[in-house]
Structures are given as C-alpha cells and as structure tokens.
C-alpha cells in the first residue's frame, strides 16, 4: 500500500480523528451508509412491500395511466 | 385449485421471505444479536410450517432436505409455475 | 452444491394472456439486465472474494435472483399460456415461435440470447462490487419501465416486489464494498 499524502487539505481529512463505526470518507472511493435494524414491517405487509425494512422501502411513481393525473 | 393450499403456500413465503431479508441483512450485520434471535425465531416457526404443508403436499425440497417420504411424491404436478394464486 | 425449493418466492398471478407484455418480460429472463445475468454475475464472483462476508453475501443474493429468474419465467410460462402461432406473430414473437416454439429461452425482448459478455468477473473485488451496484440500479430502472409499460395490477404488483428487491440489494452490496475498502486497506470497517 502506498503511503498518504497529508500535506493536501483534501487529504488531510484522514489524520482527523473520527467516532469508531464510522469509516472516514475518503477521495475517489464509494461510501454506502450502513443499515441499522430498527423495526420491521409485520410479515404479510413485508412480502407484499418487497421489504423487511421500513427505511429500506422506496416505493415507485408509475407513469399515470390513462385517466389519471 | 385447492386454495387452502395456496393459504399454506402464502403463510410459507411470507415466513421464508423474512428469513431471507434477515440472512442478507446478517451477512453484513453479523455481530446485530438482535437480528440473530428475530431469525432464530422466525426459523422455528418455518421449520413447523414446513412440516405442515410437506404432511399434506409432500416434499418442499429435494435430495432428501424434506426426509424421508411414503411415495415418491416429488414429480407431482402442479409444479410452482403451473399454481393459480 | 444447491437445493431446490418447490415453491415460488412471491405469488404470481395472471388473469389475462398479453403476448407483448411477456415479450417484454423476456428481457428480465434473459437480458443484460435480467436475474440470470444477475444469478450468474454474483455466484461466479464469489469465488474470487477475500472475505466470508463477501462470500456469503454473492451466494445468498445470486441464489435470490435464481428465484426471481424463476418468477419471471412464470410469468411468460401464465401470460403466454394457450397462445396460437397467430396470437404469437401479431404480438411480434413470430421469430422467437419460429425458433424456440413455446420454449422459455433466455433471451431478450428482441430475441438477442443471453450470453455472458453481460457480466464481468474481474477478480478485483472492488471492481465486482461497483459492477454489482450498477446491476442493481440497472435492474430497478429496467422494473419502473416494465411496470410502465403494464396496466395489469396483478403483473405490476410482482414487478414492484422484484423492484425492491434490487434496492435492498443495492444496500448489501453497498455495505459489502465499504467492507471489501477497509479489508482492502488493512483497516477494519464496521
């Protein structure tokens, strides 16, 4: 592994400290939040969601048909 | 069609497709003890269901995953894309 | 070593024969955006990852998509059930008939077979995992334009499930990369 370069700002960031669980971000480099487990949708409500998970459910607009707005 | 099958049929998928949200969400949580034991539950509850519907319909998976059987009932029709929902 | 379970992951219900909606369907059977691009993508993947998690996460979520596979085959196999040879060439599947009859054949709207130049096995595991990503979001879209293109609720009620599903992939997947870049950087990620 190549070492850091911390004499820019941008990358500077990576000698802050941060809270444990929680990766610094870092340039040219994805970052998806994690889930956490909360609750869940009652089983039948979940299968016909597509989804256990409430903060995971992202329901679809359908273009509207005809007759409708 | 036999709609009491498809009851069964239902209360299986809707028991199977929390355990497969809850294994994803493990695989990537693996240390969340909650999830453990909310999935520990849920598979009790699908190993009882299972033994229900496999009783009156027969095997629900193959190579002997099901155990064992009076008759070889595995071939029988329908077939799940043949079933009326 | 895989099992199979006699049973559908979600209930598909047709009421109605509709040739050009299964022939669009099609595309998630066999396309570049499709389960079994999906299915094959992930579980040949899963080989090449350093860690269990990664793993477990490419075998679970391929096997998944070998039961969506399986859900949209049901739906081609219910919508295109009873059709004439005439039925088939008025919805513009007369070449596929010509072909594959009333075979399911994994291939695209178009009739395009399915080849393995949809997917890619690099080996770099965050390579793979930004692929999958892309697969995901590329599956999602590919369901709001089928879903658009219906006006049966009962078909885009199964195409809404399949839909989240890829977003709840998207989430693992998501979760898996951010994972593999701290292995990757000999950090441990949480």
Redesign the interface.
Known sequence: MTEQDYTTVENSADTLSHYPGIPRLRLATAYIPPQVFREMFPLSEALNKGTLFPELYRPYRRYPMKGEV | MDRSR?TM??E???????L??????L??????N??LS?FNNLAAHLAKAKKNYEARYG?????G?SGPVSSWN?IDEP??????? | MWLYEKKLQYPVRVSKKDLPMARYLLTQFGGPNGELSAAIRYLSQRYSMPTGKAKGVLTDIGTEELAHWEIIATMVYKLTKGATPEELRRAGLGSYYAIWDKGIHPSDSNGVPWTAAYINTMGDPIADLHEDMAAEEKARATYENLINLSDDPDLIDVLRFLRQREVVHFQRFGETLNHLQGYMNGKKFY
Request: hydrophobic content about 45%; cysteine-free; aromatic content about 18%.
């Open positions: 498809v049929l239902r299986l998928q809707e028991l199977e497709f929390a497969v949200e809850l294994n994803l969400y695989d990537t949580h693996p240390n969340d909650k999830a909310t095997p629900l998976i193959n190579f995953h595995w077939w799940p894309w043949e079933i009326e929902y």
